[in-house]
């Protein structure tokens, strides 16, 4: 399995940007589906955004959709989730994850295998 390790993460105003970036160690990045889960206090983890394994393809939660963008740069294993227009509906934990097995379209929990620890995205109103 992969190992994750999230960066990027912070406090930001309502309508400001944030970047997180997501690198990942071994030889086969290129052989997962990466994405993106986010958990608020209290709130079960939910899927935010998805990515094939070469880029091809990408998915977005309909709450983050038209303001976030995913990509991944293989040849830097790493994965990236730019995060426009924030609304304080937005803080959260955020996680980056990897399948093995799974598909970018369909990219739920119990096809992941590897989590990174998490990042605290904070947006104040």
């Known amino acids: 399995q992969v190992q994750l390790v999230e960066s990027g993460g912070g406090l930001v105003q309502a309508g400001g940007s944030l970047r997180l970036s997501c690198a990942a160690s071994g030889r086969t990045f290129s052989t997962y589906v990466m994405g993106w889960f986010r958990q608020a206090p209290g709130k079960e983890r939910e899927f935010v955004s998805s990515i094939s394994w070469f880029g091809g393809n990408t998915y977005y939660a309909d709450s983050v959709k038209g303001r976030f963008t995913i990509s991944r740069d293989n040849a830097k294993n790493t994965v990236y989730l730019q995060m426009n227009s924030l609304e304080p509906e937005d803080t959260a934990v955020y996680y980056c994850?990897?399948?093995?097995?799974?598909?970018?379209?369909?990219?739920?929990?119990?096809?992941?295998?590897?989590w990174g620890q998490g990042t605290q995205v904070t947006v104040s109103s």
């Open positions: 994850a990897a399948s093995p097995r799974g598909s970018a379209s369909n990219f739920v929990i119990p096809d992941i295998g590897s």
